[in-house]
């Protein structure tokens, strides 16, 4: 099988490429979701192996401080190879051209020791993910119409 593989930012890639990529690393489709996701990103960047994503990573950020990657794939048949290594570079170099300070990634504990090998410093943090764990508090909108907590 050949190991050669493309990296692109911002590469036309559709809602199904990604809900099947998706699907292969085992989590949901998010079937019809990047439709609306990928215009609002700070980037996005792929690998393509003669023209079929086998990885992917999306940047999110406010283009002046802050920057998050989120949604790291690669399929399992491509593992191993760099790709996963090669869109994070990528992606850190794109945030540290833009001089954006602080580059973040949230992560399960056995995928600490490829972001360590990255250069990324480790550190507790904490999510919320609604659809699967919801939170241990009432969600409710202030009477007054502000947004604050």
Request: aromatic share 10%.
């Amino acid at each position: 099988m050949d190991s050669d593989f493309a990296i692109a930012q911002g590469e036309a890639v559709t809602d199904s490429e990604i809900a099947a990529l998706r699907m292969a690393v085992g989590w949901d489709s998010c079937a019809g979701e990047y439709e609306k996701i990928l215009p609002r990103l700070f980037a996005y960047f792929t690998a393509r192996q003669n023209g079929k994503l086998v990885g992917f990573v999306s940047v999110i950020s406010d283009g002046v401080a802050d920057a998050f990657l989120v949604d790291l794939m690669v399929h399992p048949k491509w593992r191993r190879r760099g790709i996963g290594s090669a869109l994070v570079k990528a992606a850190v170099h794109y945030v540290v051209d833009r001089d954006i300070r602080c580059t973040q990634v949230a992560f399960c504990p056995p995928e600490e020791p490829f972001f360590q090998k990255l250069g990324f410093y480790v550190m507790k943090a904490g999510v919320i993910d609604t659809k699967h764990n919801p939170p241990a508090f009432q969600h409710a909108a202030p009477r007054d119409g502000s947004t604050r907590a």
